[in-house]
């Protein structure tokens, strides 16, 4: 099926540091999703952007919408250890539509 | 945010026996449900739109005959992995579209198939 180029594929980072993952897309979506999973687990919904150039924040995570409407980025500030696992990006393109996933982003905290 | 539940969370059978996956949205009403199977490693691949009321529409190389679905009511979508064989081993999740939010899905936590 259809994905997301989502990067990158892994990071392995200390802790404090600052960490960023972007997805681009060769179609325009109408909604970003940032999704957070973690082993045994399904994904659990951190942010959600429904404009173009929407910057929007949960806590210590930022994203954007870009203004193309193709692609976003998730930042996350002054990572913490429990903050190891796989970062999804997900499209939507209309309302109720089904979601297309990038291929996830798995970061490792160094504590 | 919404809370959607599956049951059982793992299950181990033997090949050529049926398993049934359940879906719940626990707080909300949810007009639409999406069924995903998920590798080891690997992202959510879709694998079938569940509608209430309504039949599924499969992704492309997904078998209808094999992994028949069922949406009886808001709350409550069903999977049955029907003649299980060990490749259909994997990670099954449910996600529900809540009727009225506007492009957020909730995801389940997810069910553990094993086949012996």
């Known amino acids: 099926g259809q994905q997301l180029n989502q990067s990158p594929q892994s990071m392995f980072i200390q802790e404090g540091e600052d960490v960023s993952m972007n997805c681009t897309s060769s179609?325009?979506?109408?909604?970003w999703l940032w999704y957070k999973q973690e082993p045994g687990e399904g994904p659990v919904l951190l942010i959600a952007?429904?404009?173009?150039?929407e910057l929007t924040s949960n806590g210590r995570l930022t994203a954007q919408f870009g203004i193309t409407r193709k692609d976003s980025f998730l930042n996350i500030s002054a990572s913490i250890p429990s903050d190891v696992g796989i970062y999804f990006c997900a499209g939507v393109y209309n309302q109720g539509g089904k979601l297309i996933f990038g291929q996830g982003t798995e970061l490792s905290v160094k504590p | 945010g919404a809370v959607v539940s599956q049951h059982p969370s793992r299950v181990i059978c033997k090949s050529g026996t049926s398993v049934k996956i359940e879906c719940r949205s626990l707080?909300?009403?949810?007009?639409?449900m999406f069924w995903y199977r998920q590798f080891p490693k690997q992202s959510l691949m879709l694998m079938a739109t569940s509608n209430e009321g309504s039949k599924a529409t499969y992704e492309q190389g997904v078998e209808k005959d094999k992994f028949l679905i069922n949406h009886a009511s808001l709350t409550l979508s069903t999977l049955t992995v029907t003649s299980a064989h060990p490749e259909d081993s994997s990670f099954y999740i449910c996600s529900a579209w809540a009727s009225g939010s506007y492009n957020e899905q909730f995801f389940g936590p997810g069910t553990r198939l094993t086949v012996l």
């Open positions: 707080d909300f009403q949810a007009t639409t």
């Open positions: 179609s325009i979506f109408n909604t």
């Open positions: 952007l429904y404009k173009a150039g």
